[in-house]
């Protein structure tokens, strides 16, 4: 599987699975297949309850610790500097693992200084391979590595064919900081798995729309973290790299850019202060 190298060596697979809003009853049975499927990297998070799920899934898989890069994250309510070291060693608890090979602010919001620098000892001790942030503007995450020790190495952003963050894909590029992408497939939304310019490059190649949108923003140098719940999805997800978008598609691709999120729209101050006030514990 091809790999990306972080700004800190880590290698990280350029594809992964993703498993948010999955159940935790039936997490375990998911990942197991996506493992059995050929998944290297499984993306969790605190918010996500179904860690302790993953955790069992990967030691049902028989693969060897190395071979599996574990993403998790730090969510909102846990960013004062003691309650992040308590909140990954819950994490780490449930997953089962020794250490995580890369650990998310999972939100801009609230005291991400105190988070980070947690974070930042996290890394230093081992218990973390690489460190990084979800969902941060350029502008915020600029100000975060400017006054902190330890450079983010990956930004996991919305990115799909309707919101390309072209933008922050040239300022993470140029401070090699590795872009990741949430919601490849914008949740469905847009009409995407009907859209013409889509289908249209998909029929040439002989893939589906899942395809190319993957092939896309890998590409671009974006790693994806696409999300099923079926085995035959997660097949064809992850063969969507034995093929090349000449220049003619790509730049037909970028012209569906809207600029603007159709999931959330992280100015809405409703929206900051659900976010930034959601309890995923006592």
């Not at 899934?57 to 071979?67: F, K, P, Q, T, V």
Request: some cysteine.
């Amino acid at each position: 599987m091809k790999e990306v190298r972080l700004n800190n060596g880590v290698m990280m697979p350029s594809i992964g699975f993703g498993v948010f809003q999955i159940p935790p009853q039936e997490t375990e049975r998911i990942v197991t297949e996506a493992l059995e499927t050929g998944y290297r990297m499984i993306d969790t998070a605190a918010s996500y309850f179904n860690e302790e799920q993953v955790g069992a899934a990967i030691r049902r898989s028989g693969l060897r610790r190395e071979e599996i890069f574990v993403t998790t994250k730090l969510w909102v309510q846990d960013y004062e500097y003691d309650d992040a070291l308590r909140a990954f060693d819950r994490s780490a608890r449930l997953l089962d693992l020794d250490y995580v090979d890369l650990y998310l602010l999972h939100k801009p919001y609230d005291n991400y200084y105190a988070a980070w620098r947690a974070a930042e000892r996290l890394y230093r001790e081992g218990r973390i391979r690489a460190v990084g942030v979800t969902s941060f503007s350029s502008e915020r995450l600029q100000d975060l590595f400017l006054h902190n020790e330890v450079r983010p190495a990956v930004n996991q952003l919305e990115t799909h064919p309707f919101f390309q963050q072209q933008e922050a894909n040239a300022f993470l590029r140029s401070e090699g900081i590795q872009h990741e992408a949430w919601a490849p497939f914008a949740e469905g939304q847009c009409g995407i798995w009907h859209n013409s310019v889509l289908n249209d490059i998909a029929r040439r190649h002989g893939k589906t729309v899942g395809n190319v949108v993957l092939r896309w923003l890998n590409q671009r140098g974006i790693v994806v973290i696409p999300k099923t719940v079926r085995r035959e999805r997660m097949i064809e997800n992850l063969n969507s790299f034995d093929f090349t978008l000449t220049p003619e598609e790509m730049e037909s691709i970028a012209r569906l850019d809207t600029c603007r999120s159709p999931i959330y729209d992280d100015m809405n101050l409703a929206t900051v202060k659900g976010i930034g006030t959601y309890r995923i514990h006592e």
